[in-house]
C-alpha cells in the first residue's frame, strides 16, 4: 500500500471511529506501530487528523452520523477486513443452487462473489470488480449490466442502468451501503442510491448487507427502509443493544 493510500486509511478510520488507537490502526493495516506514528505526526502537521495520547481523533469535530466524505473503492478494500469476511460468508448461506442473484457495487460485495456456493447459478450485477471476480467461475451465467461508469465504486449506474433491470426476475439481491440509522439505509450517491433502491424492489428476497462500522452513520441519499428488507446482514461486531434496535424494523444476521 502506498503512503498516500495508506493516509488515507487512517483518515477514514478517524472519520468513521471518532478516535483510535496506534494499536488499531497498525493491526487494521498491518503496519508496524512505528509506521502509524509517522503518518498521525504528518497527518498532524497537515490538519488532517488530531493527535492524542496513544492514537488520533477526527480532525473535523465531535463523531456523528454523517459520514464526511465518499472514499474510493480502493480505501475500502483496506477497511474492516475480517469483519467484511464475516458478512459475506454469512451472506453467502443464504444463496441456494440455481437462483439468479443479484451482487450490488462495493467491497463487501467483492467479498461475496468469492465466498459464493459451488454449485449452478446466475449472477447479474452491476459491478465491474464482481464481474471480474466471477468471469472464470464454473456453473455461473454472468449478466453485467451497463449504464454509466462510476470510479469511486467500480458500477455501472443512471437511467440506462435502471432500465436494463425492467425484464429481469431476481430470486434474491443483496444490497451494500454507507450508512444504516433509525430504519434508513444510505449512501453517497444519489444515481446509485436510486439504482440499488430499483434492484430491491423488483427482487424476491432482499438484503442489505454491510459491516458494523456502518451502523449509526448516515450518508447523502437514503434509498431504502430496513422495514422493507428480509435481513440485515452484518458482522458479530455489533453490540446487543444495537441489535436490539435494528431488531425493530428488519431480521439482524450477524
Request: aromatic share 6%; proline share 3%; glycine share 8%.
Amino acid at each position: 500500500m502506498l503512503k498516500s493510500e495508506r493516509q488515507d486509511a487512517i483518515q477514514h478510520l478517524c472519520d468513521t471511529l471518532g478516535t483510535v488507537t496506534v494499536r488499531q490502526i497498525a493491526e487494521e493495516l498491518e503496519v508496524s506501530d512505528m509506521t502509524v506514528r509517522r503518518d498521525l505526526e504528518e497527518m498532524s502537521g497537515q490538519g488532517r487528523v488530531v493527535r492524542v495520547h496513544g492514537g488520533a481523533r477526527c480532525a473535523v469535530g465531535e463523531p456523528g452520523l454523517t459520514v464526511p466524505r465518499e472514499f474510493t473503492h480502493r480505501e475500502k478494500r483496506s477497511l474492516h477486513v475480517e469483519e467484511k469476511r464475516a458478512v459475506a460468508a454469512r451472506a453467502a448461506a443464504l444463496v441456494e443452487p440455481g437462483q439468479t442473484v443479484f451482487l450490488g457495487a462495493g467491497t463487501t460485495m467483492e467479498r461475496l462473489a468469492q465466498a459464493l456456493p459451488t454449485g449452478r447459478l446466475r449472477v447479474v450485477t452491476n459491478s465491474l470488480s464482481v464481474f471480474d471476480l466471477l468471469r472464470d467461475r464454473p456453473d455461473t451465467e454472468l449478466c453485467l449490466v451497463g449504464g454509466i461508469y462510476r470510479a469511486s465504486t467500480d458500477a455501472f449506474v443512471g437511467p440506462m442502468a435502471e432500465k436494463s433491470l425492467e425484464p429481469l426476475g431476481i430470486d434474491v439481491a443483496f444490497i451494500g451501503c454507507n450508512g444504516v440509522v433509525d430504519g434508513a439505509v444510505s449512501t453517497s450517491n444519489m444515481e446509485e442510491g436510486r439504482f440499488q433502491n430499483e434492484v430491491l424492489e423488483r427482487s424476491e428476497r432482499r438484503y442489505v448487507a454491510c459491516d458494523s462500522s456502518k451502523v449509526g452513520r448516515r450518508d447523502f441519499y437514503t434509498f431504502y427502509s430496513l422495514d422493507s428488507v428480509d435481513a440485515l446482514v452484518t458482522d458479530p461486531g455489533l453490540a446487543a443493544e444495537e441489535v436490539g434496535d435494528l431488531s425493530a424494523y428488519t431480521e439482524v444476521l450477524n
